[in-house]
């Protein structure tokens, strides 16, 4: 049983920052990976940046030199700093863990969060 807590989400201006965290807790035996996705209406939800437990991170071209993810291992929280908001960016972004559970070590599996609502308008 695991949960993924989103927060941060809101309203910017084109421009602006804003700052996504994801807490997670539960049975979590290690964590693989966590990252960020995001779904605009009537669009197909993507990835947008990832990190592993070797701290590979991945981001999407749209998002490359305007977003950092970062992880914070003693709190087992994965964060999105997005900065230079575009309109484009608006979307529902949620977050998504990749786990060893406590009670099976050798699987892997994946949680999301509920989602936390990023709106970039002027």
């Known amino acids: 049983q695991v949960q993924l807590v989103e927060s941060g989400g809101g309203l910017a201006q084109p421009g602006g920052s804003l700052r996504l965290s994801c807490a997670a807790s539960g049975n979590i035996f290690n964590i693989n990976a966590m990252g960020w996705y995001r779904q605009a209406p009537g669009k197909e939800r993507e990835l947008v940046a990832s990190?592993?437990?070797?701290?590979?991170?991945n981001y999407a071209d749209s998002v490359k030199g305007r977003f950092t993810i970062s992880r914070d291992n003693v709190k087992n929280t994965v964060n999105l700093q997005m900065n230079s908001l575009k309109p484009e960016d608006t979307a529902v972004y949620y977050c998504?863990?990749?786990?060893?559970?406590?009670?099976?070590?050798?699987?892997?599996?994946?949680?999301w969060g509920q989602g936390t609502q990023v709106t970039v308008s002027s």
């Open positions: 998504k863990l990749t786990y060893y559970a406590s009670a099976y070590r050798y699987r892997l599996y994946d949680s």
């Open positions: 990190i592993t437990s070797g701290d590979i991170t």
